[in-house]
């Protein structure tokens, strides 16, 4: 929606472009008015700059303003308003139209300020409205739409405003009554395009959209919709195949320059974030979010969430990257303060009537019953969304834990082994949960592989107490004893010495059973050898007598002496 006048108010004529000779006054304002028509605002402004117009001229000022407004060139067309305010010229809704320009500038105090000064209007019940939005003050907010009527503008502001809150099923609403009331009005179709590519439904959008495109191929809205919808259901190469037909138009000032410049990063995957973005971030909303996603991306955690901690969410994209920023946060400084935010984050998006049933608000639903540690809830919704993030490593790697967690160990190591990403396979978190389904599923070589191809660290040695209890009480004994004797060498510490003994007891009764092979009592006087105590030398002794009553043949045994 454009907050401003159709026309300027100079009564529906083009006077004020008069020269001395009435014919050719009348082939400049025709020549004028065909430019407008075409929607060529570059066209009219460099006519009015060709004949130089004197500044007394008010019309022809007020002109200018309008084109540079149309352009998207707000700056220059609030140079001109206030030029004519300073001048006390008495222009009818000269308030107004400057009003709007600071709107759209983002200056929403100075526009409520100046406001204040204009007549009583239809428009300024309008702008008040979305400045009433913008301010976040939802008494003015109710109070101008009590004073909305019945008619197309005002049911255009009502919608708009639903659309920036999020309510996009009663914009769609608004928008097609308007159109069985309007039917040649088909830029309504842009806006329920808008509308349907929120709720993520891309093919109705692009079908929708092409009704407008058809007669208006050279529309940078309606062209940046259809790339953004491209982007979706295809690449971001095929979206910016889509943009370059536009790209020339918005070169310089262009209405819609910065939103192309913008979307160009995102379909590029983020090339060049750092020097597009950080300019937009109070100019497009999205700027500030993809920044956020930037910094994610490359671990600055802290600069992400400066970004964010004075931002209150209003639509779900925010609560949802703010819940992000949070839990990760959370978990990087140990706070629960952060991590619990997070959780309401998530919850307030995934329990939402508009985000509940999709994809992404189950995504919300399933991270806060993760982050509350409530992983058969978290399992149900991530069960339902499965196929259609099969492929999502991010998505697999919460699903595999999830599945861990809830002892569900052959799938979570099935889910585990899907990931390709190295970043998530390189953590602490993923090799400790995949050598855990390793010894739950009866497969400790590969967890203690996991151990060895691990450097030393406080993380290579939480997974080696890990693995020794595990192996322990799921009677892989023979695991068991090798970790807790790797702990023992690392940190002489009775309880380890206590786990390596009853390990190797283990595997002598695993022998004695005929459930393991005699050869592996070779390596357990091996292990036995390493260890200083009087008690080692005991269980080696008794372990000799039994394969010499069983007249078995241990190699190394002379070799194998214990000093006490």
Avoid at 125 to 152: G, M, P, T, W, Y
Avoid at 258 to 282: A, I, T
Avoid at 373 to 387: A, C, D, N, P, R
Avoid at 539 to 561: G, H, M, P, T, V
């Amino acid at each position: 929606m454009i907050l401003s006048r159709a026309k300027p108010a100079l009564g529906g004529t083009f006077e004020g472009l008069q020269t001395n000779k009435k014919s050719h006054a009348d082939k400049v304002a025709d020549q004028f008015e065909d430019f407008l028509v075409k929607r060529d605002y570059t066209g009219a402004i460099t006519l009015l700059e060709f004949k130089n117009y004197p500044e007394s001229n008010y019309n022809a000022s007020l002109w200018m303003a309008y084109c540079y407004f149309h352009r998207g060139d707000y700056k220059n067309a609030l140079q001109i308003y206030e030029k004519l305010y300073k001048l006390k010229a008495d222009i009818k809704n000269l308030e107004v139209n400057i009003a709007c320009c600071y709107f759209y500038l983002g200056m929403y105090e100075e526009s409520q300020g100046i406001l204040t000064q204009a007549l009583a209007s239809d428009l300024k019940i309008r702008l008040n409205f979305h400045i009433s939005h913008k301010l976040k003050d939802e008494a003015s907010l109710l109070e101008n739409h009590q004073n909305l009527q019945d008619v197309l503008e005002d049911q255009l502001s009502l919608a708009a405003i639903h659309y920036l809150r999020a309510h996009y099923q009663e914009a769609i609403d608004i928008y097609k009554k308007l159109l069985l009331q309007n039917r040649d009005y088909i830029a309504l179709n842009v806006y329920v395009a808008l509308c349907y590519y929120k709720l993520d439904y891309y093919d109705v959008s692009q079908e929708v959209l092409g009704l407008y495109l058809n007669r208006y191929p050279d529309s940078v809205i309606a062209t940046n919709l259809k790339a953004c919808n491209t982007f979706r259901l295809y690449n971001g190469t095929a979206a910016e195949n889509e943009l370059r037909c536009i790209v020339d138009q918005t070169a310089n000032v262009g209405f819609g320059y910065d939103l192309v410049k913008h979307n160009l990063v995102v379909f590029r995957d983020g090339e060049d974030s750092m020097q597009v973005f950080p300019s937009l971030v109070d100019v497009v909303p999205e700027a500030r979010l993809n920044l956020v996603i930037h910094h994610l991306r490359n671990d600055d955690i802290k600069e992400a969430y400066e970004l964010l901690k004075d931002v209150q969410p209003a639509v779900p994209q925010e609560y949802i990257l703010k819940g992000v920023v949070n839990a990760a946060l959370g978990q990087e400084i140990n706070s629960e303060e952060h991590v619990k935010i997070a959780e309401e984050c998530f919850h307030l998006v995934g329990s939402s009537s508009s985000e509940c049933d999709t994809i992404h608000g189950r995504q919300c639903m399933a991270a806060s019953f993760f982050l509350a540690g409530q992983f058969e809830e978290v399992l149900v919704y991530m069960t339902s969304i499965k196929s259609y993030l099969h492929s999502d490593d991010t998505f697999n790697f919460n699903f595999a834990q999830a599945k861990a967690a809830c002892n569900q160990f052959k799938e979570a190591e099935e889910i585990f082994l899907l990931i390709q990403d190295p970043k998530i396979k390189n953590e602490y978190v993923f090799i400790a949960n995949l050598a855990r389904c390793y010894i739950m599923n009866k497969k400790p070589q590969e967890a203690w592989e996991l151990y060895l191809k691990m450097e030393n660290s406080p993380e290579s040695f939480n997974l080696l107490m890990q693995i020794a209890n595990d192996c322990y009480r799921m009677g892989e004994f023979w695991y068991a004893a090798k970790a807790f004797d790797m702990l023992n060498r690392l940190d002489p510490n009775p309880e380890f010495w206590e786990g390596k003994r009853g390990a190797i007891v283990g595997v002598f009764q695993g022998v004695v059973a005929k459930k393991l092979p005699v050869d592996m009592l070779s390596d357990v006087l091996q292990l036995l050898r390493s260890s200083n105590v009087i008690q080692a030398e005991q269980i080696s002794k008794i372990i000799r007598k039994w394969a010499k009553e069983q007249r078995f043949i241990l190699s190394l045994i002379k070799n194998i002496s214990i000093t006490t």
